[in-house]
């Protein structure tokens, strides 16, 4: 792990890795995802609910979870990860990889997320 205890995996979640699009039995466009595998996590944090107004009349919740990872944690772009007792969520972006500033030593993976929804 980390080597410092301060990313420590303490939880487990489930990854999904995004292997693509497909098409649904009638030809629709899905996502497609790879076998479920567990995956150590150190933090989930849920994030705050902000309120867009998208003009006139429309809006909608936003809401910026964020998971921690261990530096060697295996996460990609558009993932499914499911947090037990949080959800299922699609990772957002490239998740970052950091090392500590002083010793230079690797500390950890921070992957932003967004919920799914049916």
Known sequence: MSG???FDALLNAIREPHTG???DDFGNATETFGPAEYMPISSFDPGGSRVVFDGGYERRVVTEPMLIA??????ADRDRVTIPGHGTF?????PDRWSHPMPGMPSGTVAKLRRVDG
Do not use: C, D, R
Request: glycine fraction near 18%; hydrophobic fraction near 45%.
């Open 21 to 23: 699009a497909g098409k």
């Open 90 to 94: 699609i990772v957002n972006g490239v």
């Open 4 to 6: 410092w205890g301060l």
């Open 70 to 75: 261990p530096y060697e944690t295996a996460l």
